[in-house]
Structure formats: structure tokens, C-alpha cells
Nanobody, 118 residues
């Protein structure tokens, strides 16, 4: 089992930046794996935001609506991965969830709220 805990959410003005962190309770270095972020806005379904493959395997994937604005990164030595969000708009307001896929297992965090004011 792996527990994931998000942090870094909050209130930010449009055009601003926020970095979310996802801390894992144990090593995330086991390969192959995928770390990623999804979000859910009020009244909408959860949607994919970004994902990154294991270190050394390369591979990033981003939803079209965040390309050029959001960046995912990971630090396997610290068992943490991040979502760096720039040029935020009110449409980015949502609950953001981190996840880890390893083989057949999938783990999710509890989420952190990001609210972008006009």
C-alpha cells in the first residue's frame, strides 16, 4: 500500500502560479510506474491533467488544456512528485488529485483544492 498526500493548494489570482506536491508514504522508484494528476471541477467529471513515467523511461503526457502552462516533475529520492501550474485561469479551479500507477496497483490521494479568482 502507498498513501499519497497532496499539498500546496489554495487561493490564487488569475495569471498566478501554484505548485502542488504529492508525498508518498514509501518509495516511488519501483519501475515501471506512472505518477500523475487529475482534477475535478464542481459539477464536472474528473479529468486527466498530466502524467510522468518512471525516471529514466522518459515520457510525459499533458491534457491539451494545460500544455505550455503546467509541468509535472518528480523526485524519487524524496518520494515526491509535483505539478507546477502557471498562467492559471478561473477555469483551472478544481480539486486536484495525485495518483500513482505501479503494475496493476493504483493509488490516489485525497485531493487538494485550487481556486483561481478572476
Amino acid at each position: 500500500q502507498v498513501q499519497l498526500v497532496e499539498s500546496g493548494g489554495g487561493l490564487v489570482k488569475a495569471g498566478g502560479s501554484v505548485t502542488l506536491s504529492c508525498s508518498a508514504s514509501r518509495s516511488i522508484a519501483a519501475r515501471p510506474n506512472i505518477v500523475g494528476w487529475s482534477r475535478q471541477a464542481p459539477g464536472k467529471e474528473r479529468e486527466f491533467v498530466a502524467a510522468q513515467l518512471s525516471v529514466g523511461a522518459g515520457g510525459y503526457e499533458y491534457a491539451d488544456f494545460v500544455k505550455g502552462r503546467f509541468t509535472i516533475s518528480r523526485d524519487d529520492d524524496k518520494n515526491i512528485f509535483y505539478l507546477h501550474m502557471n498562467s492559471l485561469t478561473p477555469e483551472d479551479t478544481a480539486f486536484y488529485y495525485c495518483y500513482l500507477n505501479h503494475m496493476a496497483d493504483e493509488y490516489w490521494g485525497q485531493g487538494t483544492q485550487v481556486t483561481v479568482s478572476p
